[in-house]
């Protein structure tokens, strides 16, 4: 069985930091990218994070500058830190990884509130 761990979500103050981890378990063979999502009540899902197995990232301006994406490939562990979190960064976030076919995470809820 396939499985995308996730863990590291939480409430966390205006400003604060936060980082999340997923390690997949279970054979997953030839992982192009590892990366996450979130999505809020109402919103659309928001790619926040991708990084590829050869390194390449990719972030979106809303979170670029404050978030980094980070992987393990032997571990096929990708971490997500988030620094100078605000109240719009609130979401379940969901940790994906890529081959032939997506792979999800069940999601952490992120709540940034003071």
């Known amino acids: 069985q396939v499985q995308l761990v996730e863990s590291g979500g939480g409430l966390v103050q205006p400003g604060g930091s936060l980082r999340l981890s997923c390690a997949a378990s279970g054979i997953i063979f030839s992982i192009y990218a590892m990366g996450w999502y979130r999505q809020a009540p109402g919103k659309q899902r928001e ?42 960064d609130t979401a379940v976030y969901y940790c994906y990884a890529q081959n032939q076919r997506n792979y999800w995470g069940q999601g952490t809820q992120v709540t940034v509130s003071s």
Do not use: C
């Not at 390194?55 to 562990?77: E, L, Q």
């Open 47 to 88: 790619l926040v994070a991708r990084i590829t197995s050869a390194g390449n990232t990719n972030y979106p301006d809303s979170v670029k500058g404050r978030f980094t994406i980070s992987r393990d490939n032997a571990k096929n562990t990708v971490f997500l830190q988030m620094n100078s979190l605000k109240p719009d």
